[in-house]
């Protein structure tokens, strides 16, 4: 019997887009970078661990579709480089 082997054509996963989708709202509206924090308790009111928002915020860094703006007293921000 031949098992079909099944890929994910998508490189992000339903929390990594949730939260590229929330930056992208912010931009659009705010027009200024979000801070960690912002993120992390969006993701909280949500039902998401601290850790997890944080791994999946590290993912997004690496794979390019978010990056580091401005260090400001030891506070990270975001800026949305490409969507999804």
Known sequence: MIKTAYTNLKDVNNLQEKIVNFISERAKTEKTPISQKEVVLKMKDEGVKVFTTVNALNSLL??????RSVYVSN???????RTI
Not at 62 to 67: E, T
Not at 75 to 81: A, D, G, P, Q, R
Request: charged share 30%.
């Open 75 to 81: 506070k990270t921000f975001y800026v949305l480089c």
């Open 62 to 67: 690496k794979k390019g579709y978010i990056r």
